[in-house]
Each structure stands twice: as structure tokens, then as C-alpha cells.
């Protein structure tokens, strides 16, 4: 693996994430920044998204680091846990988690198909996983659950709903220099 800076793949959750999102304002500011495109924002399949990644992964050209938002989390942890390969996961420098649904959930996505259960191994790679107090897609004893089973840190950012552009973070600089202790992330 090269020492350049790593590339950042940002995993929006059901729908993306539009114009406002810290994440999408984050790929604004910074081109290491890349949205990997699912096949299906709108009907999302396990399977087809861990697929996505993977491909994402493979074609990346350093290490890599993830900032995960929403049904994007869930897709890191399947794909770690069923999908990559060790040459892959090597490639991994950390994963930013925000907003860990939980499938459970009345409001998770009834179009979402084959993200449950969760897996609850160890991660492989560094992760911190971000949670609001009053998200209505995963209650905060979920996520502590998530993180402790990933082997995640586990940060409260307050009552911020689901961490999206209704949260009103802006560019969210806070939450890039989390990003930026996963890797060496501008």
C-alpha cells in the first residue's frame, strides 16, 4: 500500500443523500472524496450493495476509509463480515459509522431487502460509530450494541434525528476530524 493520501468512500444510506448532507458536502470540498453509486437507491438489496463496495474497494488505488451514513453503515459491516476478501479488508483504513439503523425499527426502510440481522463480529479495521439520541431508524442502546460488537468507538452527538441534512451540521467539521484519525484524511 503507497503512504499518498487515502481515498474516502462515502456510503449514503436509502435514497443518498442530497444536496445539503454532510456527506455530499464533504465530497464538495475534497476530491478524495467518492460517492460509491448503488445500483438502486430507492430498492436497495444487500447483496447488490455489498457488490458495489466491493468494486469500489478493489478499483481504489490506496488505502481506503469509509464515511458511512445510515443503511450505508449496515452495507461496511456485511461486506467485511460475508463479502471481502483479506486482500481487501487490507486495504481498509477505518470506517466512519453514522446513524446505524436498526432493522428492527418500524421506520426502517420497507424497500431495503436482506439487512438483517445485523452482523455483530469485530470489525477488521478501526471504526467509530456516531449516534443520536433521538434517531427514529435506531435507538441509542442499538447502536452501543453495534459499536461494542464492531469493536467501534462509540460517540453521542445529542438529539441530532437521523444525522442528515435536516440535522442542519453544515460541513460537519467535527465529524471530518473523527474521519481524519481513522486515516491521514485532509
Known sequence: MNAQKPNVLVLPGYQNS???H???RW???DPAFTRVQMPDWDHPVRDAWCRALDIAVAAADASVVFAAH???CLTVAFWASQYASAAQLGKIAGALLVAV???????????ASGF???????????SIVVASTDDPYGGVPFSQA????WGSRWIDVGPRGHINAD???GDWGEARGWLASLGKVG
Open 146 to 149: 453495534c459499536a461494542k460488537a
Open 22 to 24: 454532510w456527506q455530499t
Open 167 to 169: 440535522s442542519g451540521l
Open 116 to 126: 438483517a440481522p445485523v452482523p455483530l463480529e469485530r470489525l477488521p479495521f478501526a
Open 101 to 111: 439503523p436498526d432493522p428492527a425499527e418500524p421506520q426502517f426502510p420497507q424497500d
Open 70 to 72: 445510515s443503511l450505508g
Open 27 to 29: 465530497e464538495a470540498l
Open 18 to 20: 442530497g444536496a445539503g
